[in-house]
């Protein structure tokens, strides 16, 4: 059964950083790429960003290209998402899920496996 587990959300001011991790079990990073999504209060769920660890694909969205930085560890099958100068705007539920990838951006989403529970970040203005 594929299992995702997000931890390292918190409350941090403006300006500072966190890292998200996503830990996956019962699969391998190489078999599904893994997306962020997040979900801030009142608003719809959009996407942050892609990692796809079999050939090295990464994407970010605009709102967070240059901020925020994906990774991977495969040893420990562990999708990593540090958060640098964060804004009051990237308060949200940050869910990271294993998804089929195609493509170069969200468009190229195909099918989800699994979604992990949410981590929340609330950033202070």
């Known amino acids: 059964e594929l299992h995702l587990v997000e931890s390292g959300g918190g409350l941090v001011q403006a300006g500072g950083s966190l890292r998200l991790s996503c830990a996956a079990s019962?699969?391998?990073?190489?078999?599904?790429?893994i997306a962020w999504f997040r979900r801030a209060p009142g608003k719809e769920r959009e996407g942050v960003s892609l990692?796809?660890?079999?050939?090295?694909?990464?994407y970010y969205r605009d709102y967070v290209k240059g901020r925020f930085t994906v990774s991977s560890d495969n040893s420990d099958n562990t999708v990593y998402l540090q958060m640098t100068s964060l804004k009051h705007e990237d308060t949200a539920i940050y869910f990271c899920?294993?998804?089929?990838?195609?493509?170069?951006?969200?468009?190229?989403?195909?099918?989800?496996?699994?979604w992990g529970q949410g981590t929340p970040v609330t950033v202070s203005s």
């Open positions: 899920a294993a998804v089929i990838w195609y493509g170069t951006d969200f468009s190229g989403v195909a099918d989800f496996g699994a």
């Open positions: 990692i796809s660890t079999s050939d090295g694909r990464i």
């Open positions: 019962g699969f391998s990073l190489d078999e599904y790429a």
